[in-house]
């Protein structure tokens, strides 16, 4: 079974601080992952995404992910805070070859001024 | 392009009640989906749909049926809503299935609060 944790529900940072959001996968066979982004009251979008090849993934707004097969992780980062940042963010993983995608619990992101 | 459309945006329903959640899509996807985002548990999927005619069940499906007539709506249907179904109702779409072209990336659409009393 694949499964997608997200360590800590609530995450606070300085605004101009680095942001890491942390994301760890199970799977059995190599997935695509996925960071999706919720702002108030609103759909999810895409942030980025990981399928095949190039294991730094860059996103919109400055944010980038790295897959590292040997930890199963892939961590969400932003060099500096913005108070536009805050938003829920959710990891998500879809198994290669099937189309159900597994989302984590989701992070709160505070920016604090 | 609308995307991904939703209606209602919000209901409240008294138990035992039923109603359909409508979405639909204008974007040619073949996958069509349904989630409920509940605090502290992330999304979870109830149906999905890979093709007109063709639906399955996901991780919650009891109490809601799906149907897929044509490839743009896939509607979400409550049959007798109880308390437990309180929560916000989110349709994706993507363009088909991974390993054909696509990598799976959901669109989602704004959501649908329901409130069942």
């Known amino acids: 079974a694949q499964s997608v944790t997200q360590l800590g529900s609530h995450v606070s940072v300085s605004e101009g601080a680095l942001v890491l959001l942390r994301c760890n996968y199970s799977?059995?066979?190599?997935?695509?992952l996925f960071w999706y982004v919720q702002y108030p009251n609103q759909g999810l979008q895409l942030l980025l995404k990981y399928t095949t090849g190039a294991t730094l993934v860059k996103g919109i707004n400055g944010f980038e992910a790295e897959f590292k097969k040997s930890e199963t992780s892939f961590h969400l980062t932003k060099p500096s805070a913005h108070m536009s940042d805050a938003a829920e963010y959710f990891c998500?993983?879809?198994?290669?070859?099937?189309?159900?995608?597994?989302f984590g619990t989701g992070t709160k992101l505070q920016v604090i001024p | 392009n609308a995307g991904v459309t939703q209606t209602p945006k919000f209901q409240v329903l008294k138990t035992g009640q039923s109603m359909t959640l409508q979405c639909a899509q204008d974007?040619?996807?073949?996958?069509m989906s349904w989630y409920r985002q509940d605090p502290g548990m992330g999304l979870r999927l109830i149906h999905y749909s890979v093709g007109a005619g063709i639906t399955d069940q996901g991780e919650v499906p009891n109490g809601y049926n799906v149907s897929r007539s044509t490839t743009e709506d896939f509607p979400l249907r409550l049959l007798s809503a109880a308390p437990s179904q309180t929560s916000v109702y989110f349709c994706?779409?993507?363009?088909?299935?991974?390993?054909?072209?696509?990598?799976?990336?959901?669109?989602f659409g704004e959501g649908s609060r329901l409130t069942v009393l």
């Open positions: 994706a779409s993507s363009y088909g299935l991974a390993g054909i072209g696509d990598t799976g990336e959901l669109f």
């Open positions: 974007m040619n996807h073949e996958y």
């Open positions: 799977s059995s066979v190599p997935p695509y």
């Open positions: 998500a993983l879809m198994r290669g070859g099937y189309q159900k995608v597994t």
